[in-house]
């Protein structure tokens, strides 16, 4: 009966070495099946995206990845790679993108981290607000709010009311996601020549002739019309700074053209310039009422730190330089060169830059 007993334990303890060799080579298996599924490709069609909206849950989002056409793992697999990387219940709202390749792993990690897709949208220094608000509505996905407001109701939407709103939105590049607005790129834009007016303020000349910021603003708008060359700027800031200083029209056909409006057809003739409008800087003295458009960080550098020297007058070389003089004798001669391509002395053409 002993014996008996001794074979009837030995088979027990041989079903269940079995039953746990089964069981771990199932684990075993399990897991290797689970590495695999959480670091192979989870998408290999064509770029895509998945949004996460607010209240939305693990089971919520699985789901949307199976619309998308998400079709590795099981949601169990997921939820347990979910928790692995302490991504269930921290899914930030968002949109994702489904890149070619991409892993179950690094999906939920970018959604746990809100490594959202963004886009850009580019303020391009010199544009006025005319083609800054063409731009915002030629941008998608960007949510179009401001599109039926005039610009007293944008300004005033900005938390702005009755300020003018050319010059007041920094040229760069700026960063936006899916659900994000119109008036939202405004308002960091604003934000953002606020700071950038602010510092160049503070490190403005001491002999500089400009009063105030606003003032500041306005004339480096109009060096920022003026001329694309980067090393000119502070040239052609010093030419309207000496004129100030010495009461002289400032006479920058910039000026001329955004006050004329949509009646400028591309040509400036000698009727507009003598045509008084509150930004003809030919018939007005001093600066004119607001910026004529919107200056990039180098130029309000420029219009507060004007290079010293003599010069009181530019003509452009066409070719985006420019020639400066002291005199209006000088003065005319370039222009008798480089206008109407007379009386050039030896070599004017081939001057170096000044």
Same mark, same amino acid.
Request: proline share 7%; hydrophobic share 40%; glycine share 8%.
């Given at each position: 009966?002993?014996?008996?007993? *001794?074979?009837?334990?030995?088979?027990?303890?041989?079903?269940?070495?079995?039953?746990? !060799?089964?069981?771990?080579?199932?684990?075993?298996?399990?897991?290797?099946?689970?590495?695999?599924?959480?670091?192979?490709?989870?998408?290999?069609?064509?770029?895509?995206?998945?949004?996460?909206?607010?209240?939305?849950?693990?089971?919520?989002?699985?789901?949307?990845?199976?619309?998308?056409?998400?079709?590795?793992?099981?949601?169990?697999?997921?939820?347990?790679?979910?928790?692995?990387?302490?991504?269930?219940? *921290?899914?930030?709202?968002?949109?994702?993108?489904?890149?070619?390749?991409?892993?179950?792993?690094?999906?939920?990690?970018?959604?746990?981290?809100?490594?959202?897709?963004?886009?850009?949208?580019?303020?391009?220094?010199?544009?006025?607000?005319?083609?800054?608000?063409?731009?915002?509505?030629?941008?998608?996905?960007?949510?179009?709010?401001?599109?039926?407001?005039?610009?007293?109701?944008? +300004?005033?939407?900005?938390?702005?009311?009755?300020?003018?709103?050319?010059?007041?939105?920094?040229?760069?590049?700026? !960063?936006?996601?899916?659900?994000?607005?119109?008036?939202?790129? !405004?308002?960091?834009?604003?934000?953002?020549?606020?700071?950038?007016?602010?510092?160049?303020?503070?490190?403005?000349?001491?002999?500089?002739?400009?009063?105030?910021?606003?003032?500041?603003?306005?004339?480096?708008?109009?060096?920022?019309?003026?001329?694309?060359?980067?090393?000119?700027?502070?040239?052609?800031?010093?030419?309207?700074?000496?004129?100030?200083?010495?009461? +002289?029209?400032?006479?920058?056909?910039?000026?001329?053209?955004?006050?004329?409006?949509?009646?400028?057809?591309?040509?400036?003739?000698?009727?507009?310039?003598?045509?008084?409008?509150?930004?003809?800087?030919?018939?007005?003295?001093?600066?004119?009422?607001?910026?004529?458009?919107?200056?990039?960080?180098?130029?309000?550098?420029?219009?507060?730190?004007?290079?010293?020297?003599?010069?009181?007058?530019?003509?452009?070389?066409?070719?985006?330089?420019?020639?400066?003089?002291?005199?209006?004798?000088?003065?005319?001669?370039?222009?008798?060169?480089?206008?109407?391509?007379?009386?050039?002395?030896?070599?004017?053409?081939?001057?170096?830059?000044?």
């Amino acid at each position: 009966m002993a014996g008996g007993c *001794r074979r009837a334990i030995g088979i027990s303890l041989g079903v269940l070495l079995a039953v746990l !060799l089964l069981a771990g080579g199932v684990a075993a298996w399990g897991w290797n099946h689970y590495q695999r599924f959480a670091d192979a490709p989870a998408w290999t069609g064509e770029p895509a995206s998945v949004r996460i909206e607010r209240g939305d849950g693990l089971r919520t989002v699985l789901a949307r990845l199976r619309q998308a056409g998400v079709v590795a793992g099981h949601d169990l697999e997921w939820r347990l790679l979910a928790r692995e990387l302490d991504a269930a219940g *921290r899914l930030k709202v968002g949109e994702y993108a489904l890149e070619p390749g991409i892993t179950p792993r690094e999906l939920l990690r970018r959604m746990r981290d809100g490594r959202v897709i963004h886009y850009r949208v580019t303020i391009v220094e010199g544009w006025n607000f005319r083609q800054l608000r063409a731009a915002l509505a030629a941008a998608e996905p960007l949510l179009h709010e401001a599109t039926d407001l005039d610009d007293a109701a944008l +300004m005033a939407a900005l938390g702005h009311p009755g300020q003018h709103p050319e010059g007041r939105f920094l040229p760069e590049t700026y !960063l936006y996601q899916r659900g994000d607005s119109d008036l939202d790129i !405004l308002r960091r834009a604003y934000a953002a020549m606020e700071q950038a007016l602010a510092e160049a303020w503070a490190n403005r000349a001491p002999d500089t002739p400009l009063r105030s910021p606003e003032e500041a603003l306005i004339l480096a708008s109009i060096v920022e019309k003026e001329t694309g060359q980067a090393h000119e700027r502070p040239q052609i800031a010093g030419v309207f700074s000496r004129r100030l200083q010495k009461g +002289m029209l400032l006479q920058t056909d910039p000026t001329v053209i955004y006050g004329m409006g949509s009646a400028y057809d591309g040509n400036i003739r000698k009727r507009d310039l003598a045509t008084d409008t509150p930004y003809n800087t030919y018939t007005r003295p001093g600066l004119p009422p607001t910026p004529i458009a919107m200056p990039g960080r180098a130029a309000l550098h420029a219009a507060v730190n004007p290079a010293p020297g003599d010069a009181l007058y530019f003509v452009s070389r066409n070719d985006g330089s420019h020639v400066f003089s002291a005199t209006y004798a000088e003065h005319n001669r370039a222009v008798d060169c480089y206008q109407r391509r007379r009386n050039c002395p030896p070599r004017a053409e081939a001057e170096p830059q000044q």
